[in-house]
């Protein structure tokens, strides 16, 4: 098929139908999407405005997860503003380029937010294991070239995806039975061969996430052994409790992204539309909105950076003590 007969079968726009079969609750579904996207864009941007005025989290694992809060705002609101214009008053048109563009954003995003927590996770392992050389080894252009080659890395890993698209015909309409353009439903829709694009997203997905959770893994092991040699019951508990918050973004991260690239590839039939759609936006929406609250109640600093934004200069050494206190507390109880 030539060119120009291809360009032809390709819609001016695409139709994206929202949570199918629960189109009549649209407007209920829209309320924590739209709370939650609240959550998002105060909290991560809180903590990137957080980190560049607050001189004691001015050290590489603060500049990761401020690299980590902007990969998350900018996904949200990539997809989360069209989301909300589906459900609360139904412009469910999207054009075919915008279509294409927004996969592409969604998931070269996705996979710098994977490539971030990868980085984040090294940056434990060398404190852990070099504290005497951290500063040395994470400089900030090590710093800037790490957050650098991780997003080129998402985007040349991407950029196929709109092309292998882009090159099929839709010559059975234009409804995508989605919230926002994903690439395998986009493709889904073609009346095409899309088996090409398949394959190559999960190859993308074993270069990104597969990569990511390998040096994650190969990490935490050495961490563990690094930890489990320490002489010191305290030092040992102090080293775990400093890795508790990057346990608990992997793991928000990770399961419902796993979730959502294999049910589009190997489709059981027994779970309902409507529950991928679901899980693929908790995929985009649940590790925004947690991570600042994740990294905010596990980490001291943090919190004596709000304390000092919130209260006056005087009364921020009472509150420190109060602060002190508090972790204190949470220490004996286990809770780290």
């Known amino acids: 098929m030539s060119g120009a007969n291809i360009s032809s079968l390709n819609p001016e726009f695409f139709i994206l139908n929202g949570v199918p079969g629960l189109e009549a609750a649209h407007i209920w579904i829209s309320l924590p999407f739209s709370f939650t996207y609240i959550i998002v864009i105060v909290g991560n941007c809180g903590l990137i405005y957080l980190i560049s005025q607050e001189e004691a989290l001015h050290r590489p694992m603060y500049y990761f997860l401020a690299l980590l809060s902007f990969t998350d705002v900018t996904l949200c609101t990539t997809t989360v503003p069209n989301m909300l214009c589906i459900f609360w008053f ?65 985007a040349i890993l991407i950029i196929p995806f709109t092309f292998l698209t882009k090159r099929l015909p839709y010559c059975r309409g234009n409804l995508i039975p989605h919230t926002y353009c994903d690439h395998m439903s986009v493709a889904k829709v073609s009346c095409g061969n899309f088996k090409v694009n398949a394959i190559y997203g999960l190859l993308a997905a074993l270069l990104i996430g597969g990569f990511d959770i390998f040096c994650i893994s190969v990490s935490y092991t050495m961490i563990l052994r690094a930890v489990v040699s320490l002489s010191s019951a305290d030092a040992r508990h102090k080293a775990f409790s400093t890795c508790t918050s990057h346990i608990c973004a992997i793991v928000i991260t990770y399961v419902p992204a796993l979730f959502t690239i294999f049910t589009h590839r190997f489709r059981e039939k027994n779970i309902p539309d409507h529950v991928h759609i679901i899980i693929a936006n908790l995929y985009l929406m649940l590790p925004p909105t947690l991570n600042p609250i994740v990294y905010g109640v596990k980490t001291k600093q943090i919190w004596e950076g709000v304390i000092k934004l919130f209260f006056k200069e005087k009364d921020v050494f009472a509150m420190k003590q109060i602060n002190a206190l508090i972790f204190k507390s949470k220490e004996n109880q286990g809770m780290f």
């Open 90 to 154: 139904s412009l469910k048109e999207i054009d075919f380029n915008a279509c294409l563009a927004q996969m592409f954003f969604v998931h070269m995003l996705t996979g710098m937010e994977s490539g971030v927590l990868m980085l984040m996770v090294l940056d434990r392992y060398v404190a852990i294991c070099y504290p005497l050389r951290y500063a040395t080894i994470l400089t900030s252009p090590v710093i800037a070239k790490a957050g650098l080659a991780t997003f080129l890395r998402g």
